[in-house]
């Protein structure tokens, strides 16, 4: 039976809304109706993979970066403005719920988009919070507080395969939980025409993003090789210039960049977790620069870079010409996607 389906990613980077799509593609799929409520990035990434479907803005977590504090300490630090913003959200939820006639919410990361009278869904690759060498201690308590939040929801799914486990120790939780499979908005195309020595593909929040931008983009022009420089702006014309070989553009759509990933060789980005979903999917190499003061990202690059599949450097010390003649020595991903995991899923959850 048909459903009307909320499904609300957080706006941090564009990770949470790209890995909403194979679920709100699956969905509609399956007859369903489906909602979306996100704001910033998210929505407006989400407008133009879905420009027929319903949209809502709700309150922003107003996820910020300091140039110089850590980016987890920056966050701890504005925890009670963080807390006030999921309230705020949880009102504008059970007004949308009540006002819609929404059946399930399906919540990536947004801790208020619960309702007690219908089926709430919370999906998350990040049920551990890991902590910082010199805060670990913290690690505890933070969790505690963590699990709390997500307590309030009926399910929890991750965005991995238990026999893969990209997420490591992320998902390490005494939560109850199912996997869902990995999430991509990409599906690895049979053939593909090798074009482009590199692919830079940026993301993430203010200002670190624009940090990387001015220490990579100059990089990336001197090594004068065959390359495409994704800027990641969303809300900029999407113009395209040419500096040498490098092709420089500030947006594409899931189907022109995963044209221009396929093509490339090795692929330039952040250790977010929806960016390794994507690059396993279409069995990438990659170089990984982890955003600096983020845990996550921090504890993923190191990750995948001990294990062999892909070099990781901190952007502080980022040497893209040394990082191009040690990343052949990597793996590159690899991970084949499969909707069955998130078949039975939701057929749990009566989708």
Request: hydrophobic share 40%; aromatic share 8%.
């Amino acid at each position: 039976m048909s459903k009307r389906i909320l499904v609300a990613p957080l706006n941090w980077g564009l990770g949470h809304a790209t890995r909403c799509v194979p679920i709100i593609r699956l969905l509609l799929q399956r007859g369903h109706t489906v909602f979306i409520a996100s704001d910033g990035d998210s929505l407006t990434l989400l407008k133009k993979e879905f420009p027929t479907l319903t949209f809502f803005e709700l309150p922003s977590y107003n996820i910020q970066y300091s140039r110089n504090i850590p980016a987890w300490l920056f966050t701890l630090w504005r925890t009670p403005k963080f807390l006030k913003s999921i309230k705020r959200e949880h009102s504008v939820i059970e007004k949308l719920i009540l006002e819609n006639s929404i059946d399930l919410i399906i919540a990536d990361n947004r801790y208020g988009c619960w309702y007690g009278k219908i089926q709430s869904v919370f999906m998350s690759h990040q049920l551990n919070l890991i902590m910082p060498p010199g805060a670990k201690w913290m690690g505890g308590i933070i969790n505690f507080f963590h699990r709390r939040l997500i307590e309030k929801f009926n399910t929890v799914w991750i965005p991995d395969a238990e026999n893969s486990k990209l997420s490591g120790e992320l998902t390490r939780s005494n939560l109850t939980a199912e996997f869902v499979g990995i999430l991509s908005r990409f599906e690895r195309s049979k053939e593909v025409q090798r074009v482009n020595k590199l692919t830079v593909v940026l993301s993430g929040p203010e200002p670190q993003r624009t940090l990387l931008e001015k220490n990579l983009l100059p990089q990336v022009i001197a090594l004068n090789l065959p390359g495409v420089f994704v800027r990641g702006l969303l809300n900029e014309k999407m113009g395209e210039s040419e500096i040498d070989e490098v092709k420089i553009i500030n947006y594409l759509t899931s189907e022109d960049l995963q044209k221009v990933i396929e093509q490339s060789e090795i692929i330039v980005s952040r250790s977010g977790y929806s960016t390794v979903m994507d690059l396993a999917v279409l069995s990438k190499k990659a170089i990984l620069i982890p955003t600096p003061g983020q845990p996550e990202q921090e504890y993923l690059a190191q990750k995948f870079m001990n294990e062999g599949i892909a070099y990781a450097t901190d952007q502080e010390v980022l040497d893209l010409a040394d990082a191009m003649e040690l990343s052949p020595e990597y793996s590159g991903f690899d991970v084949k996607a499969s909707d069955e995991l998130l078949g039975k899923a939701f057929a749990k959850a009566g989708l």
